[in-house]
């Protein structure tokens, strides 16, 4: 794993309060270049794996619409998490990631996501 990645990774864990997982997932070969979890009971890349059909999903749903829109990010809430599906700004990477919505600030987490999604393009 590179550098990046390694980096990317911890700053999460120790920044974002409520951290729970995460990964970054190709969005053409659902290949995961990375995964981090704070939790032993939950798996990213297989949370990536099933987000991944969400992804393709809503892509289809423009395409099928005739929007000339892309995705910037999706925003799951559950009881008491929040997953966020942060796509790099070419479409072709994102970031899962997972919080405990009674913990997370997300005006923050995003920002933090936003920082990091521009450097994705490059360094994959």
């Known amino acids: 794993m590179s550098d990046f990645l390694q980096n990317f990774q911890n700053d999460l864990k120790e920044n974002i309060n409520g951290f729970i997982a995460v990964s970054v997932t190709e969005v053409e070969t659902g290949m ?24 393709k999903a ?20 559950l009881s008491d998490q929040i997953h966020i599906i942060d796509l790099s700004d070419d479409g072709r990477y994102f970031i899962y990631l997972a919080v405990d919505s009674n913990k997370a600030n997300l005006g923050l987490t995003r920002a933090v996501l936003s920082r990091y999604k521009k450097d994705i393009i490059t360094k994959l």
């Open 32 to 55: 995961s270049y990375c995964s981090l979890t704070a939790r032993p009971d939950f798996d990213p890349e297989l949370a990536s794996a099933y987000n991944l059909e969400v992804v």
């Open 58 to 77: 809503k892509l289809n749903a423009i395409r099928a619409l005739g929007l000339d829109q892309k995705i910037n990010d999706i925003l799951i809430t």
